[in-house]
């Protein structure tokens, strides 16, 4: 059961459109989880965006059947990252909710902050183990997120063990689905009760085939399609 601290809070409307899963229940998987108590306590102090993006992204990676955790390289560790199991190899997964610029003299496109965003994560990832990026961003119109897939793709090659990036956006209505794949990235989306996502994976250099079928399953799966009936929360 969720805590009563959270259920007190209603999650403000613009964080609200960026999930596509009831947060409640997300939160109560996630609360099961090793190293998970930091994340949840940032989200229950006032539904921080980047917990609700780390939350999130750590519930679909466990509804999808796959081991999930939170730990860290480094430490102490305080702020523990997200890590997952996916094919039999560790993945660590950095989450981000890119908010909209406050200000300031320099104004830069969205498909420029997703590649500052890029650099700034990358920094946070080991370098000898694979990892991905999950970018939420509802600012960037899908069609710059397009034309511009090579040049994102660029910049993800400067990091050889960054094998994904995944950019989320989510609008408030429902739009046809649909898929487009290209060398540089692939793009979905999909209808998700009374919302549509929009789904943007870049490949990395060194992205394997079975982690791009993985990330499908987890963060494309196919309307109807059953979850794995084994959910492991680690430890």
């Given at each position: 059961?969720?805590?009563?601290?959270?259920?007190?809070?209603?999650v403000?409307?613009?964080?609200?459109?960026?999930?596509?899963?009831?947060i409640?229940?997300?939160?109560?998987?996630?609360?099961?989880?090793?190293?998970?108590?930091?994340?949840?306590?940032?989200?229950?102090?006032?539904?921080?965006?980047?917990?609700?993006?780390?939350?999130?992204?750590?519930?679909l990676?466990?509804?999808?059947?796959?081991?999930?955790?939170?730990?860290?390289?480094?430490?102490?560790?305080?702020?523990?990252?997200l890590?997952?199991?996916?094919?039999?190899?560790?993945?660590?997964?950095?989450?981000?909710?890119l908010?909209?610029?406050?200000?300031?003299?320099?104004?830069?496109?969205e498909?420029?902050?997703?590649?500052?965003?890029?650099?700034?994560?990358?920094?946070?990832?080991?370098?000898?183990?694979?990892?991905?990026?999950?970018?939420?961003?509802?600012?960037?119109?899908?069609?710059?997120?397009?034309?511009?897939?090579?040049?994102?793709?660029?910049?993800?090659?400067?990091?050889?063990?960054?094998?994904?990036?995944?950019?989320?956006?989510?609008?408030p209505?429902?739009?046809?689905?649909?898929?487009?794949?290209?060398?540089?990235?692939?793009?979905?989306?999909?209808?998700?009760?009374?919302?549509?996502?929009?789904?943007?994976?870049?490949?990395?250099?060194?992205?394997?085939?079975?982690?791009?079928?993985?990330?499908?399953?987890?963060?494309?799966?196919?309307?109807?399609?059953?979850?794995?009936?084994?959910?492991?929360?680690?430890?």
């Open positions: 059961m969720v805590s009563k601290p959270y259920t007190n809070q209603p403000p409307k613009d964080l609200r459109s960026m999930l596509s899963c009831n409640h229940e997300a939160l109560a998987v996630v609360k099961g989880l090793t190293n998970a108590r930091p994340v949840v306590n940032r989200l229950l102090r006032g539904d921080e965006p980047g917990a609700l993006a780390e939350v999130e992204t750590a519930y990676i466990s509804r999808a059947g796959y081991r999930v955790e939170f730990s860290s390289h480094k430490a102490p560790a305080p702020n523990p990252d890590v997952a199991w996916i094919g039999g190899h560790k993945v660590n997964v950095e989450t981000m909710f908010q909209p610029p406050t200000g300031g003299r320099m104004r830069l496109t498909v420029d902050r997703i590649k500052r965003a890029i650099d700034n994560k990358s920094r946070q990832l080991p370098r000898t183990e694979p990892g991905i990026i999950v970018l939420y961003n509802q600012a960037v119109a899908i069609r710059d997120l397009q034309g511009a897939g090579r040049q994102i793709q660029e910049r993800l090659f400067r990091y050889p063990y960054i094998r994904a990036l995944i950019v989320i956006k989510d609008l209505r429902i739009l046809p689905e649909r898929q487009k794949e290209t060398d540089n990235f692939l793009m979905t989306s999909k209808r998700i009760n009374h919302s549509a996502r929009y789904i943007f994976l870049v490949k990395g250099i060194d992205l394997q085939p079975h982690l791009l079928d993985s990330l499908k399953e987890i963060f494309m799966p196919p309307r109807g399609q059953p979850q794995r009936s084994e959910i492991s929360s680690g430890g």
